[in-house]
């Protein structure tokens, strides 16, 4: 069984669409996280989510928005793309933290690749 | 401002050592993590550091200096399925991960 999935693996849109990206993990864990890869390969985080605290990078636009039905589920809900937004978003989660902050091992998802043309 | 510095590439030879080298600067330090990253795929955990020294765990080892802002990754007897990127990550003061863009390792026959 996947112990972080996430969905879709590929989502190709148009600028200016409004998309999500699901993820669920089935490892207990009360961490979750939305990561950002983009072309040069640096993994950037966007959001942590722990026992309904979210914890956002101020540096990512409000376009951005995490929701969390429970603490199995974080998705990933994005408006008004932008071309620069075509990147590869990673959800994780781990078992050791507190207050959102990290100290243990992530589970990665497959990634989503986001293509905006 | 905070910092992690890897090469971005190195080449290795089937069956041979290399030595991934990872310098940080960061406010503070918990803990230091070693990921390993197929093409296209999700990142993987190899190791955790938070004290100093030498942990071993098969082929793969990772060392650290607390003093000097360094931390290795040492990976025996190479096959070509450790072709992969090579992520370090440090945990800083406010717990949050800071990672490196990586070191692409090519393992050639």
């Known amino acids: 069984d996947t112990a972080v999935s996430q969905t879709p693996k590929y989502l190709v849109t148009q600028m200016g669409n409004d998309k999500s990206i699901k993820c669920e993990q089935n490892l207990g864990h009360d961490t979750m996280y939305w990561y950002k890869q983009d072309s040069k390969k640096f993994l950037k985080i966007m959001f942590s989510y722990n026992n309904k605290e979210l914890i956002i990078n101020e540096t990512v636009p409000n376009r951005f928005s995490p929701k969390s039905p429970d603490k199995a589920h974080l998705n990933l809900h994005i408006n008004s793309l932008e071309l620069g937004d075509s990147a590869v978003y990673f959800c994780a989660s781990s078992s050791h933290s507190s207050g959102g902050r990290n100290t243990g091992e992530l589970f990665f998802g497959e990634g989503s690749r986001l293509t905006v043309l | 401002g905070q910092n992690i510095d890897q090469p971005t590439e190195m080449t290795a030879t089937e069956g041979a050592i290399v030595q991934i080298n990872c310098t940080y600067q960061?406010?503070?330090?918990?803990?230091l993590f070693w990921y390993q990253q197929h093409a296209g795929e999700a990142p993987t955990f190899l190791s955790y550091?938070?004290l100093d020294g030498l942990e071993e765990k098969g082929r793969f080892s990772s060392f650290l200096s607390r003093s000097k802002g360094y931390s290795y990754l040492l990976l025996k007897e190479l096959q070509m399925k450790d072709s992969a990127s090579y992520l370090c990550a440090v945990v800083d003061s406010n717990y949050q991960l800071i990672w490196g863009a990586g070191t692409k390792l090519i393992i050639k026959p």
């Open positions: 960061t406010s503070g330090f918990n803990g």
């Open positions: 550091n938070v």
